[in-house]
T-cell receptor, first 113, second 111 residues
Framework: DAGVTQSPTHLIKTRGQQVTLRCSPK?????VSWYQQALGQGPQFIFQ???????QRGNFPDRFSGHQFPNYSSELNVNALLLGDSALYLC????????????FGPGTRLTVT | DAKTTQPTSMDCAEGRAANLPCNHS???????VYWYRQIHSQGPQYIIHGLKNNETNEMASLIITEDRKSSTLILPHATLRDTAVYYCIVRSLFGNEKLTFGTGTRLTIIP
C-alpha cells in the first residue's frame, strides 16, 4: 500500500459536463502529479503541483486544470468533457526535492458517455 | 515521446528468473533508468532505479550495460503475482521530472 488515495473510484459523466477528481498524497509528500491512462496505453503526464502551484505541464488542453491545497492534497478538473476523456486518471505523490520514486494511487476510472 | 524500447510481451515459467530487456540508446549522462510495473487495474508500482551501476533490492535486480544504452530487469524467482505490465523509463537526474511511460512489456508468468 503506497498510501496515496484517490476518489471517487469510478464515475460516469455525459459529454459536455465537468468533473472533479481528488487525490491525497502519501504522508510526508508535498508534490502531486496527475496522469491519464487510456485503455491499452501507458500513463501520460498531465501536470504536477508543488507548493500550490503548477510546476510542469504535459500536452493537455486548458480544459484540464488543477489545484493543490495547503495540506498538499490535490484536485484535477476537466471541463467540457469529450468521449476521448474516458480513461483511468492516476495521481502520484513524491517529495519536491527528491529525484526518487513517485508513489501512485489506485486511480479513478472516468467514463464519458 | 518515450525514450525507451521494450518487447511488447514475454512469458516466463513460475519459479524461473524473468529477464526483461530495455533499450535506451539516446540516454544522456544525467538520466537514470527507472522500472515500474502495473498490475491489472492498479496504479503503477515503483520497482528499482539506477544510473550506471547494477542495483538490487528486495524486488528485483537491474543490470545496466557499460555504455548505458540498454538494461535488463531481473525478477529472480517469478511468481504468478508478478504478472503485470513492466515499464522502463528514462528520467532526468535533476528536479522532480515527470515520468514518461511507453507501452511497456506485458509479462505473463505461466504456472
Amino acid at each position: 500500500d503506497a498510501g496515496v488515495t484517490q476518489s471517487p473510484t469510478h464515475l460516469i459523466k455525459t459529454r459536455g459536463q465537468q468533473v472533479t477528481l481528488r487525490c491525497s498524497p502519501k504522508s510526508g509528500h508535498d508534490t502531486v502529479s496527475w496522469y491519464q491512462q487510456a485503455l491499452g496505453q501507458g500513463p501520460q503526464f498531465i501536470f504536477q503541483y508543488y507548493e500550490e502551484e503548477e510546476r510542469q505541464r504535459g500536452n493537455f488542453p486548458d480544459r484540464f486544470s488543477g489545484h493543490q491545497f495547503p495540506n498538499y492534497s490535490s484536485e484535477l478538473n476537466v471541463n467540457a468533457l469529450l468521449l476521448g476523456d474516458s480513461a483511468l486518471y492516476l495521481c502520484a505523490s513524491s517529495l519536491g526535492s527528491s529525484r526518487y520514486e513517485q508513489y501512485f494511487g489506485p486511480g479513478t476510472r472516468l467514463t464519458v458517455t | 515521446d518515450a525514450k525507451t524500447t521494450q518487447p511488447t510481451s514475454m512469458d516466463c515459467a513460475e519459479g524461473r528468473a524473468a529477464n526483461l530487456p530495455c533499450n535506451h540508446s539516446t540516454i544522456s549522462g544525467n538520466e537514470y533508468v527507472y522500472w515500474y510495473r502495473q498490475i491489472h487495474s492498479q496504479g503503477p508500482q515503483y520497482i528499482i532505479h539506477g544510473l550506471k551501476n547494477n542495483e538490487t533490492n528486495e524486488m528485483a535486480s537491474l543490470i545496466i550495460t557499460e555504455d548505458r544504452k540498454s538494461s535488463t530487469l531481473i525478477l529472480p524467482h517469478a511468481t504468478l503475482r508478478d504478472t503485470a505490465v513492466y515499464y522502463c523509463i528514462v528520467r532526468s537526474l535533476f528536479g522532480n521530472e515527470k515520468l514518461t511511460f511507453g507501452t511497456g512489456t506485458r509479462l505473463t508468468i505461466i504456472p
